[in-house]
């Protein structure tokens, strides 16, 4: 094998475009930030490469639905994830999509080299289709009829096609595993696959009739096929390298290997087929395949076909970037499942964000501002605090070593053991009591010191994950680098500031009660505060966090959403059938004069003349995006008269970041059409 690549070049999985972006989507992807950040700071180059997986059947059937093309469709609903990821802080370098030039390109040279090598022939197949995974399964696969996969129906499908030997490199992966264990993670990954690779390995068949999915790269030596939508999309890790550069040291050669991110769910696509294309291009495997667990729900696979999926971009408006990646990491164990719960992740915001980290550097703040106004906290002859840097100089590597091994949640553990070091210190020194003592000035600020450079290395460490969080700390401290050039060999050292010219800062982290709605109190006896007044003051004496935390146990308790008690009063079904609603389509809009807000659309409902609907949301929608629109219309609303206009309804709209946005349905509806 060549020598390996200085390059760290890591990939998550490229997620089916058509599917709707979940939490289990976005752990992979924000683990892979992690590590990506992790690296950079490391200072070593890093590729990062995410994307998305737009052929296929399911794809096109989906844009048939919609009477679109299918590359209109794809275009169209490519940014649920796109804007996913930038919501979450996601700082990949690159973003494939396999309707892509570059991409196809590859994969048609790929194609056309293993043809003129013979790993290609054309076969019959009959057998098992999986259409939702579009899969195909031998007899002893499928039982009752069920894909083993997805327990859907399979068909029965009989069709000539064009296949890879795979065969003909089961020995070579046999001896390559055996003699690289590390390669697949967590261990009982690896026992899987080589237990896999046990039986004699059928070749993949590669194509699909045009006639059956027309929707895929065209095989350039068999017009009326396309590749097999798992051929295409694995070869996006190879492809985009490519694209990067022509010449050789340049393109792949300079990155590969790379580091798979993926979910369980795909490990034989990527631990089997994948490293067996890659030896027929003379290539070597990936450098790991790490396979992590899946989110459940109430013990269940999280996903669209369960009707289960917990929506990261409602947990994102309620509760911001860095505690939801907090949550997603911290909460179980990668490479196992873990269970969602929304106490769970509201307890980790309370507990372990706003009391353990955010209470600690706003007292902190405070004092130091307090106590050297103007003049400062400078680096003092002697340490403040030996067990504080006693404990910087063992748990931070250590939470380190942990992020890179990917054992992520160990890794927040240790920080927090620090954090809980930092917490200590303050109680045990209590600042407050030296400042009473003009003879102890000098302890006073050599304890702040030290205290604000295990904050300024808590940033440091804590940045790959919470990178908001990092850079927020770092400005209240006042240290000028931006966290985008933190390096733990330049900054990790304890006593690299001089001084610290701090003033009292607000919250980091805002605490929830149990049904998310933010908080306003913080510290002990402090007084109740509204929704908007979210930021609270710092209370540095006498210690307030702390206190209020359980025990280790007590936080690591599953706790299931199920628990939280809705304060609503409810409704019998009788009144909730009081309220018609109906589909509408939306024929002219219009803003209402002298009105901000208002706009008058004229709703056709199935009646014989479209009404008049008076609805406050010209902030979010302009007159024209909204004709040809399907809404959803209250339509026995007793009529009301707004700005001189009369509403004969009201539309559904979702109150969002940014304003409103209309509820409408998912596929066409004609006018009228009831809603149950
Ligand atoms: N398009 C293929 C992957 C091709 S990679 C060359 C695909 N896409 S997917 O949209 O279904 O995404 C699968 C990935 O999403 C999983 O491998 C995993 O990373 C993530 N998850 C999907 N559901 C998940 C959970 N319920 N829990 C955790 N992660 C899961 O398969």
Redo the contacts with the bound molecule.
């Keep these: 094998m060549a020598e390996r690549s200085p390059w760290f070049y890591l990939t998550t999985?490229?997620?089916?475009v058509n599917?709707v972006p979940h939490i289990?989507?976005a752990?992979?992807t924000i683990a892979a930030d992690v590590l990506a950040r992790t690296h950079r700071q490391m200072e070593e180059p890093v590729f990062f490469l995410t994307g998305t997986?737009e052929h296929g059947q399911k794809v096109w059937q989906s844009a048939e639905k919609h009477s679109l093309s299918p590359q209109l469709y794809v275009d169209r609903i490519l940014p649920r994830f796109r804007d996913l990821w930038v919501r979450l802080g996601i700082s990949n370098d690159d973003f494939v999509r396999t309707t892509q030039p570059r991409h196809v390109k590859g994969v048609s040279e790929v194609l056309a080299r293993l043809r003129e090598k013979g790993d290609l022939y054309e076969g019959a197949y009959e057998g098992w289709y999986c259409l939702p995974d579009e899969r195909f399964w031998t007899d002893k696969d499928v039982v009752d009829g069920l894909c083993p996969e997805c327990r859907r129906p399979v068909e029965r499908i009989s069709e000539t096609n064009i296949f890879f030997r795979m065969s003909r490199y089961q020995e070579w992966l046999i001896s390559w595993y055996e003699s690289h264990p590390e390669s697949i993670r967590p261990e009982s990954r690896y026992n899987e696959i080589m237990g896999f690779l046990r039986k004699p390995l059928a070749d993949l068949c590669i194509s699909r009739p045009k006639s059956r999915v027309p929707w895929g790269i065209p095989i350039p030596f068999a017009p009326d096929y396309v590749t097999y939508v798992w051929f295409d999309?694995?070869l996006?890790y190879v492809t985009v390298p490519w694209s990067l550069g022509a010449t050789p040291g340049e393109g792949l050669d300079r990155l590969w290997p790379a580091v798979h991110i993926?979910?369980k769910?795909?490990l034989t696509t990527h631990a089997v087929y994948w490293p067996i294309i890659l030896a027929a291009l003379d290539l070597p495997p990936p450098r790991l395949i790490f396979a992590?667990g899946?989110?459940t729900v109430d013990g269940e696979?999280?996903?669209k076909s369960r009707g289960n999926v917990v929506d990261p971009g409602a947990l994102l408006d309620l509760f911001g970037t860095d505690p939801l990646r907090f949550y997603l990491l911290r909460e179980g164990q990668f490479g196992h499942d873990v269970d969602f719960s929304l106490i769970g992740l509201i307890n980790r915001i309370n507990r372990d964000l706003a009391n353990d980290l955010g209470n600690l550097l706003s007292r902190v703040a405070a004092m130091a501002d307090r106590y050297f106004p103007g003049e400062g906290v400078s680096r003092p002859e002697t340490p403040g605090s030996p067990e504080l840097r006693e404990a910087a100089n063992t748990l931070l590597p250590e939470a380190l070593a942990r992020t890179q091994a990917l054992e992520f949640h160990r890794a927040l553990q240790t920080l927090w053991e620090f954090v809980a070091e930092l917490n200590r210190t303050v109680d045990l020194r209590a600042p407050w009591v030296l400042a009473k003592d003009p003879e102890r000035r000098g302890e006073l600020s050599a304890v702040l010191y030290d205290l604000l450079e295990g904050l300024r290395l808590t940033a440091l460490y804590l940045a790959p994950f919470l990178p908001e969080t990092s850079g927020k700390i770092l400005e209240a401290l006042g240290v000028p680098a931006g966290i985008s050039i933190l390096s733990y060999r330049e900054h990790g050292v304890f006593g690299l500031e001089k001084i610290y010219r701090v003033q009292e800062t607000g919250s980091l982290f805002i605490k929830r009660d149990t049904l998310g709605n933010p908080l306003g109190e913080e510290g002990e006896g402090s007084r109740k505060k509204t929704r908007s007044d979210k930021t609270a003051t710092a209370t540095p004496e006498p210690a307030a966090s702390g206190k209020e935390r359980p025990s280790e146990t007590e936080q690591e308790k599953p706790n299931k959403a199920s628990e939280v008690s809705a304060p609503a009063p409810l409704i019998d079904y009788a009144d909730f059938q009081k309220v018609r609603l109906a589909t509408g389509i939306v024929r002219e809009a219009e803003p209402v004069p002298k009105s901000k807000k208002l706009l008058k659309l004229s709703v056709d409902v199935g009646e014989p003349v479209p009404r008049t609907v008076v609805a406050g949301i010209a902030g979010s929608y302009r007159p024209e995006d909204l004709v040809g629109k399907t809404v959803v219309v209250v339509t026995n609303l007793a009529p009301a008269t707004l700005m001189g206009v009369t509403s004969q309804g009201m539309l559904l709209a979702a109150t969002t970041q940014d304003g409103v946005a209309l509820l409408t349905v998912d596929g066409p509806a004609a006018p009228g059409n009831g809603i149950k």
């Design positions: 999985p490229i997620y089916y599917d289990g989507h752990y992979t997986d999309a694995l996006n993926i979910g769910d795909i992590h899946w989110w696979k999280m996903s």
